[in-house]
């Protein structure tokens, strides 16, 4: 028995920085979402990145031609979640949506509040427009393979589940591309059928 091919799912990144997009620092936020999600998505992966500065009305555009011209499954954002003046990535997200997915950011400051108090000064959220997901993360690498894998303890096990484990049914739900995860990275979650 064969097992049936999986297709190429199409995946924006977006890191909103002043500083790396300027040169001032290398962007660690496009590598290490990369890197997550070779390891966790077993379909091919055709990523489309964009490093650009902190300015809404550029993230807007971004993420309208990601999933608009691109025609990208998900879109991840890195950076610019936070209080200061310039971040402004959760309001560039919520112009260009359809429909809020307030969840997204209710679990990923549930996810991070196991490690930092400062959880609750992040502003992550998530939304769809047309068949596209778009999800704001956090800037740092360790934060976004804790909020996209979840929390585990010492054996391993999940004790709270991280946003990719239901990403895969999202994306089921609005027609966007089917994703195949590995398991030990981040099971998905897809309801039995009847």
């Given amino acids: 028995m064969t097992t049936p091919t999986l297709a ?4 924006g990144l977006v890191s909103a920085s002043d500083r790396a997009s300027s040169g001032v620092y290398a ?4 590598p290490a979402l990369k890197d997550w999600l070779t390891q966790a998505v077993n379909n091919p992966i055709n990523f489309i990145e964009a490093l650009i500065p902190d300015e809404q009305s550029l ?4 993420l309208i031609d990601m999933a608009d011209r691109h025609g990208c499954d998900l879109v991840f954002t890195t950076g610019g979640t936070g209080p200061a003046l310039r ?3 959760p309001e560039a997200t919520l112009k260009v949506i359809d429909k809020e997915m307030p969840g997204f950011g209710e679990q990923m400051r549930q996810i991070s509040l196991y490690y930092v108090p400062t ?3 992040s502003r992550q959220t998530a939304g769809i427009r047309g068949k596209t997901l778009i999800v704001n993360l956090p ?3 360790k934060a976004i393979a804790e909020t996209l894998g979840g929390v585990r303890n010492d054996a ?3 004790q709270v589940h991280g946003l990719f484990s239901a990403i895969p049914y999202c994306l089921d739900l609005i027609g966007a591309g089917f994703i195949e995860t590995d398991s030990n990275i981040s099971k998905a979650f897809r309801p039995k059928q009847k």
């Fill in 156 to 158: 391993g096990e999940i």
């Fill in 119 to 121: 959880a609750i000064l």
């Fill in 139 to 141: 800037g740092r690498p």
């Fill in 59 to 62: 993230i807007e555009q971004t």
């Fill in 8 to 11: 190429t799912i199409t995946i």
């Fill in 27 to 30: 962007d660690e936020g496009i």
């Fill in 87 to 89: 971040d402004v990535t």
